[in-house]
């Protein structure tokens, strides 16, 4: 077990035991190994990962919803931050939205391996989830290096019911990327952004982006990748 991984846990009130400690493991062993023949990430050095995988994961813990609750991961790649929370958050039910049909293959077979029974694997894009059944469905959406803020907000919004947030993990160029996404947030219900700076070994100006639901999503949104062409709001 990393101890960090229960230190940040910890800000949450999270006590992670020692089988949610070796399904995290075993995952980043799964995650090493399938990285060999696809890119899922660029991180190929073990401690590393621990870090800057399950330990940045783990810093969304403290802005999730205490009870049961739903979560997307939008573009969740190799399954950073959406797999770890599922093994964190037992209570929570993580839908992992990935369009690339090799990774959603990769997310689903790593969440049978590992028995995740709190785990949906959605192969879309995030524009067609947001207008598919699932959308206004979950409390939570949360993206990791996905797409600049204006472009996250048009794709995870929707997929939130009001009164949910979205949690956007971001680094320091989330400054200049705000004030263009402020069209987009309004048009798809959010609030103002609060901002949580992330306290990680090694990393600078991290921080994590919370966009609360106040209101109904414009059933224009998201707009299909043919219409947007490649625009953002």
């Known amino acids: 077990m990393n ?28 995650l090493m190994e399938a990285n060999a023949t696809m890119n ?5 050095d073990r401690a590393q990962a621990e870090v800057q995988h399950v330990g940045d994961s783990l810093t969304v813990l403290e802005h ?4 049961a609750h739903r979560l ?7 399954g950073v931050p959406g797999i770890v929370l599922a093994i964190a958050r037992a209570d929570a039910q993580v839908t992992l939205i990935e369009s690339t049909k090799k990774k959603a293959a990769f997310l689903l077979r790593t969440a049978e391996a590992l028995e995740l029974t709190n785990v949906t694997v959605l192969p879309l894009r ?3 989830a947001g207008q598919s059944d699932v959308r206004e469905k979950f409390d939570v959406a949360v993206a990791r290096a996905v797409a600049t803020i204006d472009w996250l907000a048009e794709w995870c919004l929707p997929l939130v019911k009001k009164g949910g947030k979205v949690l956007l993990m971001k680094g320091p160029r989330h400054a200049e990327e705000l004030p263009a996404a402020q069209r987009a947030i309004k048009a798809a219900g959010g609030g103002a952004a609060v901002i949580h700076p992330v306290e990680l070994p090694g990393a600078t100006g991290l921080v994590i982006v919370e ?6 999503t414009d059933k224009r949104l998201p707009r299909e990748a043919t219409i947007a062409k490649g625009k953002a709001l």
């Open 40 to 44: 899922l990430t660029r991180i190929t």
């Open 211 to 216: 966009i609360a639901k106040i209101g109904r």
């Open 72 to 78: 997307a991961d939008v573009g969740s790649g190799g």
């Open 126 to 128: 995030a524009e067609e």
């Open 64 to 67: 999730l919803p205490k009870g």
């Open 3 to 30: 101890p960090l991984w229960n230190q940040i846990a910890a800000r949450a009130g999270v006590t992670l035991d020692e089988h949610q400690s070796a399904r995290i493991s075993r995952y980043l062993d799964l």
